[in-house]
């Protein structure tokens, strides 16, 4: 069972930066693709951003594109989102989880797996 840890959440003004780590233990996770999602109060999770195994593939919400960037370092058994130019409308509780089985569609939360405890993402206008 692999176990997801996120990191790297906080409060930052609208235009800001922030850059979330997923890391894992307990299974090397380089033969899987991973995947971001994000949960705000009163609405259903999202799909912001996937990677496939070896990095070579991305996908991304439309709402994401051209400001986050998703990138694994499989040495570290981590995945990593760099999200830049930050709105209020990104505020959400943020999700990294594994896609462990083949096919399926990236962009629904029902082809992943295990997926971490979350961490809060707070954009201020």
């Known amino acids: 069972q692999v176990q997801l840890v996120e990191s790297g959440g906080g409060l930052v003004q609208a235009g800001g930066s922030l850059r979330l780590s997923c890391a894992a233990s307990?299974?090397?996770?380089?033969?899987?693709?991973m995947g971001w999602f994000r949960q705000a109060p009163g609405k259903d999770r999202e799909f912001v951003a996937a990677?496939?195994?070896?990095?070579?593939?991305?996908y991304y919400a439309d709402s994401v594109k051209g400001r986050f960037a998703l990138s694994r370092d499989n040495a570290k058994n981590t995945v990593y989102l760099q999200m830049n130019s930050l709105k209020p409308e990104d505020t959400a509780v943020y999700y990294c989880?594994?896609?462990?089985?083949?096919?399926?569609?990236?962009?629904?939360?029902?082809?992943?797996?295990?997926w971490g405890q979350g961490t809060q993402v707070t954009v201020s206008s």
């Open positions: 307990g299974r090397t996770v380089g033969s899987y693709a």
């Open positions: 990677i496939n195994w070896s990095g070579s593939t991305l």
């Open positions: 989880a594994v896609k462990a089985r083949g096919g399926g569609d990236y962009y629904s939360a029902r082809s992943y797996d295990n």
